[in-house]
């Protein structure tokens, strides 16, 4: 199985940016491995929302869109889960 390829939005590295110094290194490297699509832990495909997947990282939500075929993965936000992250 091919790797896949990671693309970040502007809005998710900005995010990214924003977060404590010490979680952004986690948050990256789960981010990376979302290369390796399908066989990623803690996805989960949403219903009804904006972006089709959601990585859970701790305390974070990465939401992203995959195009299984290509195996291109669209990072589009990175948030911390509260009760508007969804």
Do not use: C
């Amino acid at each position: 199985m091919g790797m896949g390829t990671i693309s970040w939005s502007r809005k998710a590295v900005k995010q990214l940016r924003k977060i404590n110094k010490a979680d952004q290194p986690k948050i990256y490297d789960a981010a990376q491995a979302l290369a390796h699509m399908p066989n990623v832990q803690n996805v989960k495909t949403l219903v009804n929302h904006q972006y089709g997947y959601r990585l859970r990282v701790g305390n974070y939500r990465i939401l992203f869109d995959w195009d299984g075929g290509v195996k291109i993965v669209n990072i589009e936000e990175v948030k911390k889960r509260d009760e508007h992250t969804y």
